[in-house]
């Protein structure tokens, strides 16, 4: 009798072990095609993004010398680029990575599923913070770069900001304030993302490289 209850016992952990093997394969395949399908997503609207900001870059003219005094003492405007009924602000680059990325003006959930989403701020503020999910495909890769490494933001009007980074750190998923200024609050640009299970958030800081404006 004893016999038989601890051999139902170890069947019962058999199959409970068995269904979440299932289960943690099946999450495992999930996420892979998550990756790839917010990957092939990205890599859409890149092209039509940067055809966009060509036009955009073409059709821009210098203004007249009589209105170049007023308009300067205007605060910049950023432009927005609509493509499938969401609205971009530019895109980012990270040599080092072999990333190009859409940068959606605003995030959501469903919009990280699409592309990396401003947090934060803006380039012309110089305090533009960027989110992305840790896919491979978007931020995944975020912990394997180092400080010195450039990054480069194209807006909506083709200007370039090239911008070097000083620090990487991980914090703690909670700490929102820590995630916004880091050790310093002068940072001209933030991204980060979330560690696997969301616990914590990788966070890289840079400031723009001035001289190159």
Same mark, same amino acid.
């Given at each position: 009798m004893k016999e038989k209850?601890?051999? !139902? *016992?170890?069947?019962?952990?058999?199959?409970? &072990?068995?269904?979440?093997?299932?289960?943690?394969?099946?999450?495992i395949v999930f996420n892979i095609h998550q990756d790839n399908e917010s990957g092939e997503s990205a890599n859409l609207v890149m092209g039509?993004? !940067?055809?966009? *900001?060509?036009?955009?870059?073409?059709?821009?003219?210098?203004?007249?010398?009589e209105e170049t005094e007023t308009q300067n003492e205007e605060i910049p405007v950023e432009t927005l680029i609509e493509i499938d009924g969401n609205?971009?602000?530019?895109? *980012?680059?990270?040599p080092e990575l072999s990333l190009e990325l859409p940068v959606m003006s605003e995030w959501n959930y469903d919009n990280l !599923?699409?592309?990396? @989403?401003?947090?934060? &701020?803006?380039?012309?503020?110089g305090n533009l913070i960027i989110a992305a999910h840790n896919?491979?495909?978007?931020? $995944?890769?975020?912990k394997e770069i180092y400080n010195g490494l450039k990054i480069y933001f194209t807006d909506g009007d083709g200007k370039?900001?090239?911008?070097?980074i000083q620090q990487v750190e991980t914090i703690d &998923?909670?700490? *929102?304030?820590?995630?916004?200024? $880091?050790?310093?609050?002068?940072?001209?640009l933030t991204l980060f993302t @979330?560690?696997? $299970? $969301?616990?914590?958030? =990788?966070?890289?800081?840079? =400031?723009? =490289?001035?001289?190159? !404006?």
């Open positions: 209850i601890n051999n !139902k *016992i170890s069947n019962f952990f058999i199959i409970i &072990g068995t269904m979440l093997l299932f289960v943690a394969l099946f999450l039509e993004l !940067k055809e966009n *900001i060509k036009e955009m870059s073409e059709n821009y003219t210098v203004p007249l010398e609205t971009y602000i530019g895109f *980012i680059s990270i !599923k699409i592309s990396p @989403c401003r947090y934060k &701020g803006t380039a012309f503020d896919y491979q495909t978007h931020f $995944g890769r975020l370039v900001r090239e911008y070097e &998923g909670q700490d *929102i304030e820590a995630m916004e200024l $880091g050790s310093d609050d002068t940072w001209d @979330c560690t696997v $299970g $969301g616990a914590s958030r =990788v966070t890289v800081r840079a =400031v723009e =490289v001035k001289n190159n !404006k």
